[in-house]
Nanobody
Framework: QVQLVESGGGLVQAGGSLRLSCAAS????????MGWFRQAPGKEREFVAV???????????YYADSVKGRFTISRDNAEKAVYLQMNSLKPEDTAVYYC???????????????????WGQGTQVTVSS
């Protein structure tokens, strides 16, 4: 069983930055592909970024076109954490951001929610214009 807890959300002006963190429990963290999703009010949940499993604190990454060049996903296996550095934030980035873990890694990149077995409770990011 894996538990995920996000933190770092908040209110920021357009053009600003935030760093989201996701703390994970479980001994096999390095074997999980970790993703970030978001859901804005009245919209469906959408994929943001993913980093694959790795025995070192690194790994291949993949981003949604809407955040490419602005967001960076990273992981620290020793800390059992995954991060999302968000720069040049826009009002359309406003959403609840969720961390998710793919324990099986059956496809790459996993961009659909059903490919993830574990989810955090979410953290709110609000970008004002």
């Amino acid at each position: 069983q894996v538990q995920l807890v996000e933190s770092g959300g908040g209110l920021v002006q357009a053009g600003g930055s935030l760093r989201l963190s996701c703390a994970a429990s479980g001994r096999a963290f390095s074997r999980y592909t970790m993703g970030w999703f978001r859901q804005a009010p009245g919209k469906e949940r959408e994929f943001v970024a993913v980093i694959n499993w790795s025995d070192w604190s690194g790994g291949n990454t993949y981003y949604a076109d809407s955040v490419k060049g602005r967001f960076t996903i990273s992981r620290d296996n020793a800390e059992k954490a995954v991060y999302l550095q968000m720069n040049s934030l826009k009002p359309e980035d406003t959403a609840v951001y969720y961390c998710a873990a793919d324990a099986y890694g059956s496809s790459w990149p996993p961009t659909e929610g059903h490919e993830y077995e574990y989810w955090g409770q979410g953290t709110q990011v609000t970008v004002s214009s």
